[in-house]
């Protein structure tokens, strides 16, 4: 294998354990210590879904938009308190 060959293939094999290292940190996030809290995120912090014409993390337009929401320890959502209320389990308007 030539040494151009043997970098393509150590980069392909970096970024492939890139990536699994990735979703199982994302799976771990979202465990079953964690629960969806929204209403609490910063603009562009949520973790995902933020509404009308979003899609995923950090789409959230502004602080604490009551529709995106962001994994926190469970049990704690409801006791988060921001400048426009407490972290709510389900959409807020």
Avoid: F
């Amino acid at each position: 294998m030539t040494r151009t060959a043997t970098t393509v293939a150590l980069a392909a094999a970096l970024a492939l354990s890139a990536g699994v290292s990735i979703a199982a940190a994302d799976e771990h996030k979202a465990g079953a210590n964690t629960e969806k809290c929204y209403g609490v995120s910063k603009a562009g912090e949520n973790d995902c879904k933020a509404g009308a014409g979003t899609s995923c993390a950090g789409t959230s337009k502004v602080d604490y938009q009551g529709d995106a929401w962001k994994m926190v320890k469970k049990g704690t959502c409801t006791t988060i308190k921001t400048p426009k209320g407490m972290g709510s389990l389900t959409p807020k308007a």
